[in-house]
């Protein structure tokens, strides 16, 4: 055990030197609404791609918050995509306070990287209405262009969000993910999305903070 976890800390090095020049750069807007906190910067997102898949969980260990935003984006906002998990509805269809913090922190990392794609992900449908659809009609009534908003509404758990949204960074080359969820389910929804992409691309997650 104690020798995996030298190799892990070896790999995470070696994705910090390897996009440290980006990792402290903040976007110019980050001062106008509370900035959530990122682990850390995708850097050893870089490390946790290149390992075994029996030590992903393990590999998640090594990463830390920072309030810096992901690497990925500053470095590559153009095939890079923001993905907000969904958290369930109200019976009525409307969006719970859960759903609405990771919007608004989708919302400001869309703002901050205008070429960013956003893919919402959630089934679920209360009322006749998904999640993705609830999320994507809260995304463009807040004035973000449809044509980057694509809607994943078959899911039903985070295991799906990650296998389903996968097929989409797969039809259109996404060479990033950065997921936007809430603290207490950040690392998992990660740890979903890196098995689930297969080592392929770096995944990495934002907390939301209203």
Not at 50 to 63: M, N, R, T, Y
Not at 197 to 204: L, Q
């Amino acid at each position: 055990m104690r020798r995996t976890h030298t190799r892990l800390a070896a790999i995470a090095a070696a994705g910090a030197l390897a996009l440290g020049a980006g990792a402290g750069t903040a976007s110019a807007g980050s001062a106008e609404m509370p900035t959530p906190v990122a682990l850390y910067s995708g850097l050893t997102s870089l490390g946790c791609q290149q390992v075994d898949a029996s030590l992903l969980p393990l590999c998640g260990d090594f990463e830390v918050l920072t309030s810096d935003d992901p690497a990925m984006l500053t470095i590559n906002p153009f095939t890079t995509d923001i993905v907000i998990l969904g958290a369930g509805l109200f019976p009525d269809g409307g969006i719970r306070p859960v759903l609405e913090e990771r919007l608004r922190t989708g919302y400001r990392l869309a703002q901050e990287y205008p070429t960013a794609r956003i893919i919402v992900t959630g089934g679920v449908p209360q009322n006749g209405r998904t999640e993705a659809r609830a999320m994507g009609d809260w995304l463009r009534g807040a004035g973000i262009s449809p044509l980057r908003i694509t809607e994943e509404g078959n899911s039903n758990s985070t295991v799906q969000n990650a296998q389903f949204t996968d097929r989409i960074f797969r039809d259109r080359g996404t060479t990033g993910a950065v997921v936007v969820t809430t603290g207490d389910h950040v690392k998992r929804a990660v740890l979903n999305f890196r098995q689930a992409v297969g080592g392929r691309i770096p995944v990495t997650g934002v907390v939301a903070r209203g």
